[in-house]
């Protein structure tokens, strides 16, 4: 009885996530497929490319410098969470966002240092300088955030998640772009919705992650610090192929359009 009623649970648990995410994700094609017509039909084609090339810019650091390190969150902390070894999750959490805003930091100091190189000499598009350059504060922001993201998502607050990864951020970027056209802004509008959007993925899940998830913070005692952190590693160097390689598959098509 006790088996059973652990599995229906989870099955409606399981139910409620999909429906959840379903729903979000509908939303959230929406909001995006907006936003891009409207740069598209509004700044042209031109300025649409910067726009994704820069995209695919952040995707390649993103997926270096993170170093695998967010997918172990989804791994290692709900082995945890079932274990209720809550100093583990402690330390696993401000072990990586420390290491990650570090790593955030130095990916967007190297992105605006070549920002002109990558604009002129590989694209040949000194009008790409300014949106890298602004993009590059951005990186910080957005590894971050997802770091945050994941964490919601291991303890399982799919609708957090859901709500502001598909629906959130889209609706604030699309919402900024339209008060910015509105306000007389030019190609500057493209680049400052979109850091809305992002800097809101960073704002709303820190602040979800302090009140609704309190395992993660305070203080823990661990004695075998060296033997996690191996294992974490082990786990998580791997996938920054993994991650690169996803990246190049998805942006692939715009890269060379651009």
Request: proline letters at 2%; glycine letters at 6%.
């Amino acid at each position: 009885m006790k088996d059973e009623k652990e599995l229906n649970k989870s099955l409606k648990l399981l139910a409620k996530s999909s429906l959840v995410v379903l729903l979000g994700i509908i939303l959230s094609k929406v909001f995006s497929y907006a936003y891009r017509i409207i740069i598209a039909r509004y700044y042209g084609p031109e300025v649409y490319g910067l726009f994704t090339l820069s995209l695919v810019i952040m995707g390649f650091l993103s997926a270096l410098f993170t170093f695998g390190l967010i997918q172990a969150i989804t791994r290692f902390i709900p082995i945890y969470r079932g274990k209720n070894e809550k100093d583990k999750i402690k330390f696993i959490f401000k072990s990586i966002l420390n290491i990650l805003i570090i790593s955030s930091i130095f990916s967007g100091i190297i992105l605006f240092i070549f920002s002109e190189y990558l604009a002129i000499e590989i694209f040949h598009n000194p009008e790409l300088i300014i949106f890298l350059k602004i993009f590059s504060f951005l990186l910080p922001f957005s590894i971050v955030g997802v770091l945050f993201l994941e964490i919601i998502r291991a303890f399982e607050k799919i609708g957090w998640f859901s709500f502001i990864f598909n629906i959130l951020q889209n609706a604030v970027k699309l919402i900024a772009i339209i008060i910015f056209i509105f306000l007389g802004f030019k190609i500057n509008s493209v680049i400052f919705s979109y850091f809305l959007g992002i800097f809101t993925i960073f704002l709303v899940s820190w602040l979800v992650v302090k009140k609704q998830i309190p395992d993660v913070w305070g203080k823990y005692k661990i004695k075998n610090k060296k033997q996690i952190r191996q294992e974490i590693w082990r786990y998580s160097w791997p996938l920054v192929f993994w991650e690169v390689i996803i990246v190049a598959l998805y942006w692939i098509a715009s890269l060379f359009i651009g």
